[in-house]
């Protein structure tokens, strides 16, 4: 994550699928030099009682649980601890979900199957900066081809597809309100 934390980032992964949690647990071991503290839990009531304890930095968080379904479970996570930073991390591709995720308070939103280490990392970081009042920067100029947009970020590119862009857009909205 381009810092060595001197602290453990204590972790709560709210999943019920044990391979996906597995992945994902492999995914932060593969990210050198941060320390974790990782509960897996496969439930949202288990997760509820757990952040009830103000014991955790970052929930990584699907949103089809056994005991709740969509939107529903990220609204009880930010209901118990409306503080704790939130990635929801999905197996399915649906920009819309993932705005309306934004807007209702996750921190970002990941989809399963493109995560690796490397994005797992950039996006804990973020979402650890954001948490503790420091939000990364906001993307600088915008060009336009086709559909497809550039955005450039302290030298940095990336390419992204018009529901990207709304996704971004979402994230900046809710940085400037807070």
Do not use: C
């Amino acid at each position: 994550m381009g810092q060595n934390m001197s602290t453990t980032t204590r972790l709560l992964l709210v999943e019920d699928n044990r391979i996906e949690a597995r992945q994902t647990q492999h995914r932060l071991a593969a990210i050198a030099g941060e320390a974790w503290e990782v509960e897996w839990v496969d439930r949202l009531s288990v997760a509820l009682e757990r952040l009830s304890r103000n014991e955790v930095d970052l929930v990584l968080l699907d949103l089809n649980l056994p005991d709740s379904r969509g939107l529903e479970t990220l609204a009880a996570i930010r209901n118990e601890s409306p503080d704790v930073a939130v990635i929801v991390l999905t197996g399915e591709e649906d920009d819309a979900t993932g705005v309306m995720s934004i807007q209702r308070g996750a921190t970002s939103y990941l989809v399963k199957h493109q995560v690796d280490s490397g994005t797992l990392a950039r996006t804990i970081a973020s979402a650890l900066q954001q948490r503790r009042g420091h939000a990364p920067v906001s993307p600088g100029k915008k060009s336009t081809d086709g559909k497809r947009f550039t955005l450039v970020d302290a030298g940095r590119t990336a390419g992204m597809t018009s529901s990207a862009i709304s996704l971004a857009v979402a994230l900046t909205a809710r940085e400037l309100t807070y």
